[in-house]
């Protein structure tokens, strides 16, 4: 019913072996091409992929696919975080779908740094009649649903924004390294395919 959240491109292609990046071997033209100009960067959250969906009545919650399982604890969480009347209230009938990322104690290896006992919710898109809203609206939401959002770190090229991640910088929950950045360009735009251009780069992909 409600689309699955599209797959984030990488920046750069990756060794066979080490799985790490190939510094300058962009994995797409579109990334090399715009490599210059601004991107917007937001922390990348380590954690699990979450779906909230309202059909007009009432809320169905999901995960990356249709067929991934949300943990007990986790999905107990959302159903406090996320109550009908208030969808109804900022919603009403349209169709809509929040994508955000699962997060805290038993949620990934790391996922204590960002809660030690407890998990929660922060958002990062809104679908709403198939078309992607843009920041300010998002945030807007977000405002008026009472959760968090996804924050942002920096804008700038892609340089910096490597430079950024290859350091390492710390998260906004807490004194630990960032997971990594996700990067979109300051007007959305799309490739040849229809397919969004937006990527990511994580600390752990770079030989340190």
């Known amino acids: 019913m409600f689309k699955e959240y599209h797959k984030i491109q ?16 962009y994995s797409t033209p579109e990334f090399e091409y715009l490599k210059d100009n601004i991107w917007i960067y937001t ?10 969906c309202w059909d007009g009545w009432k ?12 943990p007990t604890f986790l999905y107990d969480k959302l159903t406090t975080m996320f109550l009908a009347d208030k969808m109804s209230k900022v919603f009403g009938n349209t169709e809509v779908c929040l994508y955000g990322e699962g997060y805290g104690a038993k949620i990934q290896k790391g996922g204590g740094n960002y809660i030690p006992d407890g ?5 990062f898109d809104i ?31 892609i340089k910096r924004a490597i430079n950024m991640v290859y350091d ?10 960032a997971e ?24 752990k992909d770079f030989e340190h």
Do not use: C
């Open 10 to 25: 990488s920046i750069f292609k990756r060794n066979e072996k080490t799985h790490k990046f190939i510094m300058g071997e």
């Open 180 to 203: 990594g950045l996700v990067l979109r360009p300051l007007v959305e735009l799309k490739d040849r395919s229809g397919r969004r251009i937006i990527t990511k780069m994580k600390y």
């Open 127 to 157: 679908m709403i009649n198939n078309w992607w809203l843009k920041r300010k609206d998002v945030e807007d939401i977000a405002r008026k649903l009472n959760i968090a959002i996804v924050p942002i770190v920096g804008s700038g090229d």
């Open 43 to 52: 922390e990348k959250v380590d954690g699990t992929n979450i779906r909230i």
């Open 168 to 177: 390492g910088f710390e998260s906004a929950w807490g004194d630990f390294i």
């Open 119 to 123: 998990v929660s919710f922060v958002l």
């Open 59 to 70: 809320i169905h919650f999901a995960g990356r696919t249709d067929r991934a399982q949300i």
